[in-house]
């Protein structure tokens, strides 16, 4: 171009341009080859001679012809003006004013540009060169993709910058605050960093200001018909058109011609191409743009394009295979329920909420249900699926939004959250291949917020449904280069992440609803399951799931009052053993459960949100650490862990995290079920001295648990827990066991001998039970109604249950020293013990216990008092032991092995 301006200065032709203080690219910025290609065919067209510069082609050397430049800079304008944008860097920042003659005219053009070149004087440039409308349309929609071609957003910015006079003079006083800090913004991000969304939306406003600015009706309009005569032209780019499409609607919503918003909007539904996703979803922004200030006429517009020929051929059940393909029925019906969707998200919010049932929910119930022969048939249209999902969740926004959103009552609530459920279960099990349930959970979200409140049975089937139809899905494969493009596995790895951050978002959205203890242990209670399941993969999703839950409700806290965290233990119980669970990333994600979980029972406490306890953040420290999965690395992981947990966890909840650990003893993961041992152990010795009045509870539990499992690892951790507790609270374990059922079970009896290998616990135990012994007297005697005056000798409970008691713990071979110990006191109270048994019954409650375990095929296990009181002899036993001389009652002397090298016999 400097060349043509050079060769016509020189022969007088043109005056030279005013001289320009050339500002150079920027670094960051190279110098495209696609703009360095056009500047080669700039500068060949240009010299003399060249292609269209040429006396032979004009007859005249001194000017191009018209069409010529004509064509050139039309062709430039379609694929963005190459030269322009490439030295818009170079430049000045303004321009000397047109000429008035030339600042009001429709065929303005670049007369700004044209001007101070003289080539204002030519008639081609008016005639040929784009309109102010056409050439900002342009440039706008080139600015929407700012990273494209090398970084042409802020070359188009730029470029309008310098013709903001000429596109319309009122222009320069915003454009020059605006554009540059548009240009600024794109050089300090990137594509990654930048949200196209957001930019879109910041053009768009930028748009908005314009034409505010401008308040010219008459060059709105013009804009207008420009943007949608641009729209053809971008078939071939479904970005840039979508863009347009919005900048369309956003020039109507400015335009205050209503008879060429209505006009447009008719052409608009009239000639989209409706099979094209990306068109669908601009036409309905368009539409919904357009609302902001013509929402009567845009539902108006809408229903009359319904009733029109163009729509009303598909209407009919036999009509569709004539006219229109079914597939292309459901692309027309799923643009008009997006249409309605983008109208109730962008329309004012006060003139929205009216318009909710009537105008719009009914119509998208009309397009989306389909009847034939007047039965509903469900679509299966995949496209169709997605439309009403997201018009749904835009109607719920919108509503969600309003400021009158609290007294509004949807009565569609019910029926939409049960669609959506629907539409997750019939998804396949096995596989996720659309965006189906991650879009159903999200506009769950903005659901549950509206009025009235689910019911707990409605909630409660809302999060198993969205549990089930994401955490059940299989593990997905590693993408490998030879099962077919990698580029799919990262879209369905992306696909996979939004869908689990759905369901993440749809928990939290429930939990909001009632952010208290009791809605945090309902949430945990569908949730929980999951986190103990067997499946590796499930389980990672859940913990993850989890823990986003958990911190969300932490930041969400508010506490006014100190009120009690009542259910603390019960969850620190379910995530402190997945501490150690075989995946490493489960391990980590359980211990910021646990971390968040007792910053949860300090801020209940009273301590302020941004409160840090020592011990607490330990725990932060501890998840590098886990990655490792060496079995005594772990084990030291669970003890720091439970140590803090004993720390920080109030009394008052010591039990219920002890019983729901229990639990936890038969977990099928060995790491957790190992960590529960530990946990439980640790616990005991840190807090159980406090536990005084709860051990007959803890007890029961510990056997009710061992009669569910019969691994060997849960008997012993459960046997090391009694002998704990029996440290700590001896009269009260000998107290509780002695109240058990007898006979006594094998539970029982494990619990007893679990007392017997401490020689000093063995001693005190032994002593408390010769002392039940002989306290309580042996029998009672009862009259006989069908024995006259004769009475019968009945055994009473206590010391009989201490005789089992003794049986079971001197049965054990490392109760030997205890034995010897107490060696006199219990040969003299069994002498007695077996002189006052003999001819005495059992109580008639234990003889039918007996028999109904013999008749469950179980051993028999006699209760005959003498019998045991002779078994009990210390000189008696099934121990191989050496045969002492007899008693005075006849019966014989044996000890365990044990026992006799502790005699030296």
Known sequence: MQGFFSWHSRRGRIPPPPPFTF???????????????ADCKWREISRPGGQFFSAERSGNPSFWPAEALGVHVHSLLRWFP?????????VPLSLSPPSPKYAASPKGDLLGVTRCWGLTDLPFFAANLPSPCALMSRLLVVASQPYGGEGRGSAALRLLNVLSRSIHPTLEPLWNKKLPELVERLEANTKVSLSQEEWEDTLLKFLQETLMTISDCSWTCRLTSEMCRQLSSYNGSSVEKNFLYKCVGTALAACANKDLVRKTLQELLETARYQEEAEREGLACCLGLCAVTYLDETLAKLEEFVKSDVFRKSAGLFSIFKDRSDN???KVKGTLILCYGYVARYAPTELVLARIDADILRNIFLYFNTKVLGIKVETKDLSL?????????????????????????FSHKAELVSQMMDFIKAEPPDSLRTPIRQRAMATCVYLVFLEPSLSDAETAELLDTCLSGV??????????????????????????????????????????????????????EHLGPWIKSTKEHERERAVEVAAGVLEFYREKLNVSTVVPFYNLGLLVALFSPRCTDSLAVVRQHAVDCVYALLYIQLCYEGFARDHRDESVEKLKAMKPGLRD????????????????????LPPDQLLSLLLTMLEG???????????????????????????????????AVVHAKLQEVDQEHVWKAAQQAVYILASQHRVVVVSSLLNSPLPLDSCTCALWRALAPDPTLASQVLELLLEKINRDVPYKENKSFLR??????????????????????????????????????????????????????????????????????????????????????PGRGGGGGLQLPSPPCGTDFCFSSAQRQALGL
């Open 23 to 37: 500002i150079p690219p920027a670094p960051h910025l190279p110098f495209p080859v696609s703009v360095r290609n």
């Open 82 to 90: 190459v030269l322009p944008c490439h030295d818009c860097s170079a």
């Open 328 to 330: 292309e029925v459901e």
């Open 385 to 409: 699926k997605l439309c009403l999902i997201q018009s749904i969740c835009m109607v719920c926004q919108a509503i969600c939004n309003s400021a009158q959103s609290g007294d509004f009552t």
């Open 471 to 524: 955490l059940a899905l299989p593990e997905a494969e590693t993408p490998r280069e030879k099962d077919g493009p990698v580029l799919r596995a990262r879209q369905e790895e992306t696909l996979w992440r939004d869908t689990l951050g759905a369901l993440e978002g749809l928990l939290k959205g429930v939990l909001q609803r009632d952010l208290t203890p009791r809605g945090l242990q309902a949430m945990f």
């Open 629 to 648: 999965p060496d079995v005594n690395t772990l084990f030291q992981a669970c003890c720091s862990i439970a140590k803090v947990i004993a720390k920080r």
């Open 665 to 699: 003893l038969a977990d099928p993961d060995r790491n957790c079920s190992r960590a529960a041992t530990v946990m439980i152990n640790s616990l005991l010795k840190e807090r159980g001295a406090v536990l005084l009045e709860k051990v007959p509870e803890i007890l």
């Open 788 to 873: 006259g005056s004769t009475s019968e000798r009945v055994a009473t409970f206590l010391p009989l249950s201490a005789t089992c008691a003794l049986h079971e713990l001197m049965s054990v071979p490392e109760s030997g020293p205890a034995v010897v110990g107490l060696y006199a006191e219990l040969f003299v109270t069994l002498l007695l013990r077996v002189s006052c048994t003999v001819g005495v019954q059992l109580p008639k409650g234990l003889l039918s216990k007996e028999r109904k375990t013999l008749g469950r095929g179980q051993p028999p296990r006699t209760l005959d008092p003498c019998r045991y009181c002779q078994a009990e002899w």
